[in-house]
């Protein structure tokens, strides 16, 4: 049973990632029917940590306060390696007895410092995704992924994901009665839809041979149309195999995928930038259905077309 809530501050803490686990876990919600949380927050010696905001936290406590908790949660703090020992052996101890341990966006890299991610599925910001794999080759980085549930070790996405592993904590422990409860305090949903794949943007690969460039720039321009290997290889005065052998030594991918990747991301914009409707949509950008585009844009974004376009739609002013 979650009773007990422990928060690790660490110098260059993020302030919004730490309030998520204070929002959630800290505030007294007894009046609504919920039994409050013994919430902790220490830090080495009970000594004040500096934020990457400029902002000062004094906690109340030092890690002896963490040797019991429930749950042990390490907000998002500046990416470095050296933590103190007694901070890694704080992590290391909660995992040996049982407790859950959480880690929001960067916090992860203090989780993999201290060992505790290794031969385990883990998550942390896509932006930092590729850095976490590379630094700790033994975990296994999911970057698509809102956050990891990998027992008693949860890694969350960045940001406002901390939010949706929390309340998953929350709904894993106590029940979505009272999850659903917090949630609506906090005027959010219970369970958001996804992963991280929503939110990441994805750049046009770079290419360095100029007929190939000229081939992307043209197939671009022209997405509503059928486009095959045999075709972008005319365009670019190359046969199909040696157009399709210099793409992928090019790009890293295929055509095929090429084009699909560039059709999703036509895609995206569209539904952030008007209204028009799937079908219409789909035609638009070298889909021939609004089947085939949700499909593929479900498969590459992790949502349906119609939730992205809740999610993002720029409305005017």
């Known amino acids: 049973m979650l009773r007990s809530v422990g928060v690790l501050a660490l110098d260059g803490l993020a302030m919004f990632e730490f309030g998520v686990v204070c929002e959630v876990f800290g505030i007294d919600r007894s009046d609504e029917g919920i039994e409050p949380f013994d919430f902790r927050v220490a830090s080495p010696d009970a000594a004040p940590v500096g934020s990457r ?28 390696r050296g933590h103190d020992a007694r901070v890694l052996d704080t992590i290391r101890a909660a995992q040996d007895r049982g407790a859950t341990v959480l880690s929001v966006c960067s916090g992860a890299f203090v989780l993999a410092e201290a060992g505790i991610l290794d031969g385990r599925r883990a998550t942390t910001h896509w932006m930092h995704a590729d850095q976490l794999a590379r630094e700790y080759p033994a975990i296994d980085v999911d970057p698509t992924v809102l956050f990891v549930d990998d027992g008693t070790v949860v890694t969350s996405a960045g940001t406002a994901a901390g939010i949706d ?29 996804g992963g991280q794949r929503q939110f990441v943007v994805q750049p046009v690969p770079s290419c360095t041979d100029d007929s190939l460039r000229a081939t992307l720039e043209w ?15 005319r365009h670019a005065v190359l046969s199909p195999r040696t157009f399709a052998r210099r793409f992928v ?14 059709r999703v991301l036509r895609a995206r914009h569209l539904l952030e930038q008007t209204d028009v409707d799937l079908e219409s949509l789909a035609r638009t950008c070298g889909f021939s259905t ?19 376009r809740t999610t993002f739609r720029l409305t005017a002013a």
């Open 53 to 80: 905001h400029g902002l000062t936290l004094s906690p109340p406590h030092d890690l002896d306060a963490l040797a019991d908790v429930d749950l042990l949660a390490v907000p998002a703090t500046v990416i470095q």
């Open 249 to 262: 030594a090019e790009t890293g991918t295929t055509p095929v995928q090429w084009l699909t990747t560039q």
């Open 290 to 308: 609004a089947a085939l585009l949700r499909h593929h844009f479900r498969r590459a974004v992790g949502v349906a077309p119609a939730d992205y």
């Open 165 to 193: 592993a929390c309340l998953h904590v929350v709904r894993r422990e106590l029940g979505s009665e009272i999850t659903n409860t917090i949630a609506r305090r906090m005027v959010v949903p219970p369970q958001r839809d």
């Open 219 to 233: 197939a671009v321009d022209r997405l509503d149309e059928p486009h095959t290997v045999t075709s972008l290889a």
